[in-house]
């Protein structure tokens, strides 16, 4: 099969029978589309950093994929037999939010516990994880934020008042920084935090928050990374050879990031709109102001159901939102205005899809939620508890759900596909300025 290149130049589209024989079950599809395919020899057969700058949804996990398995063909045998030595070889995978970490577990928990890969979730969301269990796992998916005090808590005496270690964590996100320092030294020289001798590759999703408030734990980790892989004793150490690979959807600066990974020429890989699998059309609609920027904020609410009927037709949507209560509101608004119309409310298609809804609604714990969903239309937001929020998302993907009114909690990488999205206002009250 052949394809062009983003420079215009025809190759063949590579085969997932061009992995080895036990790695080619990963993946679902029998060819890589041309994006993975001009990116394969990069990722699968050589071991440099990369920074890759591709549009949403052209595949760029399956990049994360291929160099995971790229690390883990080390247990390759000579005639095929994977022998995975448990937490030898860890991978961290970073991701600017909680739920796009836990979005990918639950993928690479299937795609990759197949291979006995064992994936272990660092958030806030996560049970508490022990040394042991960082220790045994092979890929371990965090937020920076998490990751640097997860680092330090490991280091707590357990039998002090849990008062006194609540306020001590408050502290150290504050000084994470300063002290992640010192106490990762430390804890490599006298084996407290030896699991980082084993990190042997670092996958950075949607690397343009860097430039976020955020941005600074993932600088801070992965300058810590950098530093611990150049120390002496670790010389014969997984981590001494670490490779990062650092993808977005939006990086203007690809090189700039790429000496900061110190990612060679080859490594750096940056695709247009082509890639983009479906064609965006983008509308902007301007409405006429009101008395203050609240009201305007509000009225712009009455607008959102028309231009559901004009530009979605039926399917799903998402409508994106400044606040939490901005997204509560709006679902609010548009399902009552959708329950108005009884038999004909455009978000139900069938009885099977208010059955579905019914009964979901009376698993949610959010009253007000509740109440929307029956209608087709669901908030998600973080001020929902996470068993709601992922009830939204899956009757969101499952096409019950038809439009999610959300805030930025769902821009951030989290794949729910939708055919219209509406970004209700493009200004948002910034607390600490007092403006917006
Ligand atoms: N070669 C392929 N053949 C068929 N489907 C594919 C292929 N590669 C990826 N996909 C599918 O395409 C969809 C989008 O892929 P993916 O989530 O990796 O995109 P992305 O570039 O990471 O998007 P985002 O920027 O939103 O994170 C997924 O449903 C994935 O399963």
């Not at 994929?65 to 390759?76: K, T, V």
């Not at 994880?129 to 005496?157: G, M, Q, R, W």
Request: hydrophobic share 40%; net charge positive; aromatic share 10%.
């Amino acid at each position: 099969m052949a394809a062009m290149g983003p420079l215009g130049d025809s190759y063949a589209l590579r085969c997932v029978s061009d992995l080895p024989p036990p790695f080619r079950p990963v993946f679902g599809f029998r060819y890589f589309n041309s994006l993975q395919s001009e990116c394969f020899p990069v990722c699968f057969l050589s071991d440099v950093n990369m920074v890759v700058s591709a549009p949403t949804g052209s595949g760029k996990t399956v990049l994360f994929e291929l160099c995971i398995l790229r690390l883990l063909s080390r247990f390759l045998t000579t005639d095929w037999w994977f022998n995975l030595l448990k937490g030898t070889l860890k991978t961290i995978y970073i991701a600017p939010m909680k739920a796009l970490v836990q979005e990918k577990m639950r993928d690479w928990k299937v795609k990759l516990g197949s291979l006995g890969i064992n994936c272990l979730e660092m958030t806030g969301d996560s049970e508490f994880f022990n040394k042991k269990a960082i220790h045994d796992s092979d890929l371990i998916l965090t937020t920076p934020e998490v990751y640097v005090t997860t680092c330090f808590a490991s280091y707590y005496d357990l039998n002090k008042p849990l008062l006194l270690q609540t306020i001590s964590l408050f502290l150290l996100t504050n000084i994470c920084m300063q002290k992640f320092d010192s106490m990762s030294r430390h804890g490599v020289r006298d084996g407290g935090l030896g699991f980082f001798s084993d990190i042997a590759l670092v996958l950075i999703d949607e690397v343009h928050l860097l430039n976020d408030p955020r941005g600074a734990a993932l600088e801070a980790v992965v300058s810590r990374i950098k530093m611990l892989s150049r120390l002496g004793n670790m010389k014969s150490a997984p981590l001494a050879n670490v490779r990062f690979i650092a993808v977005s959807a939006t990086i203007s600066n690809a090189e700039d990031i790429a000496e900061w990974l110190l990612a060679p020429p080859e490594g750096i890989k940056r695709f247009g709109e082509e890639m983009r699998p479906v064609k965006l059309t983008t509308k902007v609609l301007g409405y006429a102001p009101a008395k203050n920027d609240f009201l305007f904020e509000r009225r712009l609410q009455s607008f959102i159901f028309d231009i559901l009927m004009q530009h979605s037709r039926g399917k799903s949507a998402l409508v994106f939102c400044s606040t939490r209560k901005g997204a509560q509101e709006a679902a609010q608004c548009l399902s009552q205005t959708a329950g108005s119309l009884g038999y004909s409310n455009p978000f139900m298609k069938s009885m099977q899809q208010y059955e579905h809804l019914r009964e979901a609604s009376l698993t949610c714990s959010d009253k007000q939620l509740q109440s929307c969903i029956v209608y087709g239309v669901g908030f998600h937001n973080g001020g929902l508890c996470l068993k709601d929020r992922s009830l939204v998302e899956g009757l969101f993907l499952k096409g019950d759900l038809q439009i999610l009114c959300t805030t930025n909690t769902l821009a951030h990488g989290i794949n729910l596909p939708a055919h219209t999205v509406v970004i209700k206002s493009t200004q948002f009250f910034n607390k600490e300025k007092g403006s917006y």
